[in-house]
């Protein structure tokens, strides 16, 4: 088993930035890729980015340029966002995936593009 818990969400503006963080604890040496995925209201949960264990990226068309992902060691990860637009406000949830192919998911942290 994986435990994931979020932190880093919260609310600004148009242009600014901000840094997602998701530790994880259990079975964290059976960890092979991890990632953020986002659902806004109404919407379907949807892939942000994701990172393997061996640092291979992949991220949705629409924050390409903006957003990054880094492992900080095997249990953490970080989303960091820059340029921030309203339609990036969501609920953004840490997955994890094992050597087996088991997801596990987060809690989720808030993040709200207003002005």
């Known amino acids: 088993q994986v435990q994931l818990v979020e932190s880093g969400g919260g609310s600004v503006q148009p242009g600014g930035s901000l840094r997602l963080s998701c530790v994880a604890s259990?079975?964290?040496?059976?960890?092979?890729?991890m990632g953020w995925y986002r659902q806004a209201p109404g919407k379907e949960r949807e892939l942000v980015a994701t990172?393997?264990?061996?640092?291979?990226t992949n991220f949705a068309d629409s924050v390409k340029g903006r957003f990054t992902i880094s492992r900080g060691n095997a249990n953490t990860v970080y989303l960091q966002m820059n340029s921030l637009k309203p339609e990036d406000t969501a609920v953004y949830y840490c997955n994890a995936v094992n050597i087996f192919r088991q997801d596990y998911w987060g809690k989720g942290t808030l993040v709200t593009v207003s002005a």
């Open positions: 990172i393997t264990s061996g640092g291979s």
């Open positions: 259990g079975s964290i040496f059976s960890i092979n890729a």
